[in-house]
């Protein structure tokens, strides 16, 4: 019948698909392209650029001026394999999700062929004899001056003659080591691993190293920066009462220079110490009789919850007190429940950072804007793609502050006998220090037009890092910032500048004002060294406070213990704190609570902060008659 005919073609269509569909699952994959190294190495160009990641090979000619890290840090490694570099920044998984349409092939056989430097700002420098045997140490010690400078730094030899007058650091540093493996004395200098690559300079690896490392070389025998030569019997952790003394065994502990970088503030450091001078202005009123039994600290920033109102502020170059830097303050940080913001300038890359990071630990990303605005473009769009949740854009430093404690130093470490006819001539320069090292590259024309720009290159919410007037809060609201920090950046920037808990003061008597205090949220940064200096600035209106200096004292003391140790001494205090004032959670922490009449009275008698003075090394002059 028509019927039992009809079911008979469709049981045979059905049969047919089924057949087909065997066969798409049995067929072996579309097999790649053999490729030999030599062909590899051919393409090698801006234009037609290929690289050799765990033996597959990928046409990423389309993708430089997509690459968030910049299109040079593909460059260095064109027609070359780049499987190591790439595996030390990525994760494993992420040319599975992303590389596919640009996999050409696999290699089959053969050495790499080392192509031309394809940049031409080094066609006058020294040819490079790298090859796929690497380059020896012998070979390497041939080029040794300064005008043929070659180092070797985490395996790879760079030709560093063209960089050596654009050092902000100077060029004496870099010859210094010229034909020499230097990767000790490059990370004591707390330089991130990836520094290479965001300075833009991959182009000036010339090869692998295959020479001795560093320890054999001598590097090691040069001077740490990370602990003094003879590190002191440190009291155990329990003796640990407050943070003075923490910040006093840290002094002990780090180098001449992790410790003046650290510590100095601008000019005469009036600022520095007038940071945590201002809280003693400020007196509390505590309320009686009221049911303190349970204490509540949590809070949140930005919608993210926090164990305590307290984060983690930026700092720069953490592996300056300890060797693992700034993965010691994720870990401590997800320890105590608060919140970490990563910083541009860490010795750590982004990617160590956020890798230490748990799951549900919240990290923020602390922003210097560059002057190549692709390089700020690519940073920020790495930060976001990396899951961190707000952008703090640093605002109070179009140029770095004098640091005289930090310069002092820094030409103390550098300066040798053949220096002194010129330095009694006033011809050495006495103007650099570390901050002027890491700073060169801060744009400072940032203006407030660019807020939309960096709006339109980002997801986060915006938080402008250092406001100092209630004007440029008012102008933060209305340029759509979800936040603010009243800061003057530790007092490393203008010296008598006010401190950021005056800042807080007249910033939410602003808002309040023009019933603003809801649009924006505002915290606050500086000094801050007792749990009390946490409660007034909360009470006045901070939503979190920011302490820096305080964890890099605890990490370079005790590691990640005395970092968590931090955290609990103000934790204790502001319990303490919160029931002796009559405040059983931060919400009943009020203004009425604190006496602001001496604030902005800048010469007032208070009774002498003893341990203050004692922490506090006193700014000085090597000028003698």
Not at 400 to 405: F, I
């Amino acid at each position: 019948s028509s019927s039992s005919s009809s079911q008979l073609v469709e049981q045979a269509q059905q049969e047919s698909k089924s057949s087909s569909a065997k066969k798409k699952a049995t067929a072996p994959a579309k097999q790649l392209k053999k490729l030999s190294k030599e062909e590899v190495g051919k393409h090698n160009s801006k234009t037609d650029c290929w690289v050799i990641i765990d033996n597959k090979v990928y046409d990423v000619s389309s993708f430089l001026a997509d690459h968030p890290g910049g299109a040079n840090s593909i460059l260095a490694y064109a027609g070359k394999d780049a499987t190591k570099e790439f595996a030390m920044l990525h994760k494993p998984d992420i040319l599975t999700k992303y590389g596919k349409e640009m996999l050409v092939g696999e290699i089959s056989s053969g050495p790499v062929a080392v192509p031309a430097a394809a940049h031409s700002d080094l066609s006058s420098a020294p040819s490079a004899k790298a090859s796929s045997a690497g380059i020896s140490a012998a070979e390497l010690a041939k080029h040794n001056t300064a005008a043929d400078c070659w180092c070797a730094i985490h395996g790879k030899v760079y030709n560093v003659t063209p960089f050596l007058n654009e050092h902000p650091g100077g060029a004496s540093i870099i010859v210094k080591y010229a034909g020499k493996e230097c990767t000790l004395a490059f990370d004591m200098a707390g330089h991130p691993r990836d520094i290479v690559s965001q300075l833009g300079l991959d182009h000036l690896c010339v090869g692998d190293y295959m020479g001795p490392a560093a320890s054999e070389e001598g590097s090691a025998a040069q001077p740490s920066i990370l602990s003094a030569a003879t590190e002191p019997s440190k009291p155990p952790l329990s003796q640990m009462l407050n943070l003075f003394d923490i910040e006093l065994v840290a002094r002990e502990c780090m180098g001449k220079q992790a410790w003046a970088y650290y510590s100095s503030g601008a000019d005469d450091e009036v600022t520095l110490r007038e940071n945590h001078g201002a809280f003693h202005r400020l007196w509390l009123k505590p309320r009686i009789l009221v049911n303190v039994k349970d204490i509540d600290l949590s809070s949140s920033m930005l919608g993210h919850a926090c164990a305590l109102p307290i984060y983690i502020t930026a700092t720069a170059l953490g592996r300056l007190a300890h060797p693992e830097g700034e993965v010691v303050l994720t870990r401590a940080a997800h320890r105590c429940g608060v919140i970490q913001m990563c910083p541009t300038l860490a010795s750590c890359t982004l990617e160590e950072m956020t890798s230490a990071r748990q799951p549900g630990q919240v990290q923020f990303f602390q922003l210097y804007v560059n002057h190549d605005r692709k390089v700020t473009e690519a940073l920020v769009r790495r930060a976001e793609q990396q899951g961190c949740k707000a952008l703090f854009v640093t605002v109070d430093a179009p140029q770095l502050g004098r640091r005289e404690k930090d310069m002092r130093n820094k030409f103390t470490l550098e300066g040798t006998s053949v220096q002194k006819a010129d330095d009694t001539q006033g011809q050495v320069d006495r103007s650099q220090g570390t901050a002027r090292a890491i700073s060169q590259f801060i744009d400072p024309s940032l203006c407030w037009h660019d807020l939309a720009w960096l709006r339109s290159i980002t997801a986060m919410p915006i938080v402008l890092k250092g406001v100092q007037c209630a004007e440029d809060a008012l102008l933060a609201v209305e340029h759509g910032c979800e936040g603010i920090v009243c800061s003057n950046h530790g007092g490393r920037q203008l010296d008598f500048a006010r401190s950021g808990v005056e800042v807080l003061v007249e910033v939410m008597e602003a808002l309040r004002s023009k019933n603003l205090q809801d649009r924006i949220e505002v915290y606050m940064d500086g000094g801050v060294r007792r749990g009390t200096d946490v409660l007034k600035a909360l009470a006045l209106g901070a939503k979190a406070v920011g302490i820096g200096r305080p964890v890099l004292y605890g990490m370079a003391a005790y590691g990640q213990s005395g970092v968590e140790r931090v955290f609990d001494l103000l934790r204790d205090e502001m319990v303490m704190g919160m029931r002796l004032l009559g405040a059983p959670t931060l919400r009943a922490l009020t203004p009425s609570m604190v006496c602001t009449r001496s604030l902005d009275h800048h010469v007032v008698l208070v009774p002498r902060d003893t341990l203050a003075d004692l922490a506090y090394e006193p700014i000085r002059t090597d000028s003698k008659l």
